[in-house]
């Protein structure tokens, strides 16, 4: 974990972030009022099983949605605001690693031209300039300057998601989206991968939101984790803290469901019934209630206020 920062090294704010899907037939509330907010160098895990409204997040995060309420601040900036040079600036200052090492890289593209592209499109770099600094963070990623002429299919899978974070890292970015960044890969090279994302953020003191299935890997990687459900922030709290010390019964039961560290280690064990309620009509009161094994009867008619049950440890459970 990084030292004690101050609220000045806060890249990144969401302030009650909402995105809804409008149709003829109904409104799907895909994000539906959540807040966090990232420091410099630091990494935040967004955790939850699938439709949740992680991957929309980060895509709002990326501009490649628009919100239908909230605010991100970047640097203290709205980032709906911005335009022409400055949303090009953004483009640039803000990246992404998705999940498919296969299918994220353009196979009718060298490896120079993929990873230099970020700086091509936003910025205005010479030819040299771009050799140079393509051939640097091949080697940071732990690739030769002599591969940057090679197609995409001359690599294994580790190696091309090696020359996706090295095209995220080529214009010295202050915030990465990492989309599921492992879980295509090997388990044998899955713990090469994490480190060396560790060892970059360290070396550019860039921020990362961690979106993954394994909490294992969020664990390992960040220093703040959010769990989400059904478009809503349940709990927030420091990792270690979270791991050590899970308060709500969503959070629980994600720990519950997921491979022990040691066959003889001994858990609670937390079986959910039921599917995910659709995000089109989501249950009144908690979204949870209609699964949770300790709900109450206030659980279906009142929406839980979000409570600091410890220093950055917040939850959002009628229990509490």
């Given at each position: 974990?990084?030292?004690?920062?101050?609220?000045?090294?806060?890249?990144?704010?969401v302030n009650n972030l909402k995105t809804y899907i409008f149709t003829r037939?109904?409104?799907?509330?895909?994000?539906?009022?959540?807040?966090?907010?990232?420091?410099?160098?630091?990494?935040?895990?967004?955790?939850?099983?699938?439709?949740?409204?992680?991957?929309?997040t980060s895509k709002l995060l990326l501009r490649l949605e628009k919100p239908t309420e909230g605010e991100i601040l970047l640097d203290g900036e709205d980032i709906s605001t911005f335009r022409g040079s400055q949303l090009q600036e953004y483009r640039t200052t803000v990246q992404a690693v998705f999940q498919d090492p296969w299918s994220s890289l353009s196979p009718r593209m060298r490896v120079r031209d993929i990873v230099s592209e970020p700086l091509v499109v936003n910025r205005n770099v010479t030819t040299q300039e771009k050799n140079e600094r393509v051939a640097e963070v091949l080697a940071q990623v732990g690739l030769h300057s002599q591969q940057a002429n090679n197609y995409p299919h001359e690599f294994s899978g580790g190696q091309r998601q090696r020359i996706a974070v090295a095209s995220a890292l080529v214009s010295y970015p202050k915030l990465i989206v990492l989309d599921e960044p492992v879980s295509a890969l090997d388990v044998s090279i899955r713990a090469q991968v994490m480190n060396l994302l560790k060892d970059l953020q360290e070396q550019y003191n860039v921020s990362y939101l961690l979106i993954a299935h394994n909490l294992a890997t969020v664990r390992y990687m960040a220093h703040q984790t959010a769990v989400m459900y059904l478009g809503q922030i349940v709990e927030y709290a420091d990792t270690e803290e979270l791991y050590g010390n899970a308060l709500h019964p969503y959070t629980k039961a994600l720990f519950s469901a997921a491979l022990p560290s040691h066959p003889d280690l001994i858990r609670e064990d937390i079986v959910l019934q039921g599917e995910v309620p659709s995000p089109i009509n989501p249950p009144s009161g908690c979204r949870f209630h209609p699964r949770c094994p300790f709900a109450m009867p206030q659980c279906s008619e009142e929406v839980p206020v979000e409570k600091e049950v410890s220093p950055g440890h917040r939850v959002s459970c009628h229990l509490y």
């Open positions: 974990m990084t030292a004690v920062q101050t609220a000045t090294d806060t890249i990144l704010e037939a109904a409104t799907v509330k895909a994000v539906d009022g959540i807040s966090f907010d990232l420091k410099k160098g630091e990494t935040l895990g967004l955790v939850g099983e699938s439709g949740c409204g992680k991957t929309t």
